[in-house]
Nanobody
């Protein structure tokens, strides 16, 4: 599967952005999906994940209550809706996918994903 991330940009603190991850080659509904981010000079970190079955999701504590991961099977696209953005949310955001046997399992580690999008920059100004 190929992943194409888009939708990043610049926003003031308190604003909202939605980043998208369009999949091609395989139905996104057959993969577990994750969003990660990497700020300048820092390691890539987990943001949110959706199980293969689509019923389970998980979020990093730093974004819980502000970000929402979702999937549109008809458009073969995964989204990350980001509200109440903070300057510390500034980073390159990556979507990732991997196949799984369990429809309910949530993958939070970089090593658990083997397909990655190219990343989209999100900048939040104070």
């Amino acid at each position: 599967v190929q992943l194409q991330a888009s939708g990043g940009g610049w926003v003031q603190a308190g604003g909202s952005l939605r980043v998208s991850c369009a999949a091609s080659g395989r139905p996104v509904s057959t993969f577990r999906i994750g969003w990660f981010r990497q700020a300048s000079g820092k390691e890539r970190e987990f943001v949110a994940a959706l199980s293969w079955g689509g019923d389970n999701s998980a979020y990093a504590d730093s974004v819980k209550g502000r970000f929402t991961i979702s999937r549109d099977n008809a458009k073969n696209t995964v989204y990350l809706q980001m509200n109440s953005l903070k300057p510390e949310d500034t980073a390159v955001y990556y979507c990732a996918a991997s196949q799984a046997r369990s429809p309910a399992y949530i993958a939070r580690l970089v090593l658990e994903y083997n397909y990655w999008g190219q990343g989209t920059q999100v900048t939040v100004s104070s």
